[in-house]
């Protein structure tokens, strides 16, 4: 029996938790990060950001324009405070806004 989304979730998060706590450096966390999303949205391109506060939202509707023909789930997190959005276009706005789509903190 394959583990609910849920439960996955946890575990990836957990390992994620335990694994990151011991590296030696901000590049080292980073690439650890990187890894995480890779495991977390297999098969997608998520655009995502190593912060979660409004520089990170700036930046994410940044790159999201650069795919309006193809809206990418977009994702900021500092490890702890995980937040996805779906960006959409908006047109006369400048571009993209992104749409909050959940909020989580993570913790052991």
């Not at 029996?1 to 946890?10: C, F, I, L, Q």
């Not at 030696?24 to 890779?38: C, K």
């Not at 309006?68 to 571009?95: F, K, M, N, Q």
Request: hydrophobic share 40%.
């Amino acid at each position: 029996m394959s583990e609910s989304p849920r439960a996955s979730t946890k575990r990836l998060l957990s390992e994620y938790l335990t694994e990151v706590g011991p590296l030696p450096d901000g590049s080292a966390r980073a690439q650890r990060f990187v890894a995480l999303v890779g495991q977390a949205f297999p098969g997608w391109a998520v655009i995502g950001e190593l912060t979660a506060d409004q520089a990170a939202e700036w930046h994410l509707r940044e790159c999201c324009s650069c795919e309006p023909h193809r809206p990418l789930p977009a994702a900021a997190s500092d490890g702890v405070v995980w937040r996805t959005y779906r960006p959409e276009s908006a047109p006369g706005a400048g571009g993209v806004t992104l749409e909050p789509l959940r909020e989580i903190a993570v913790t052991e």
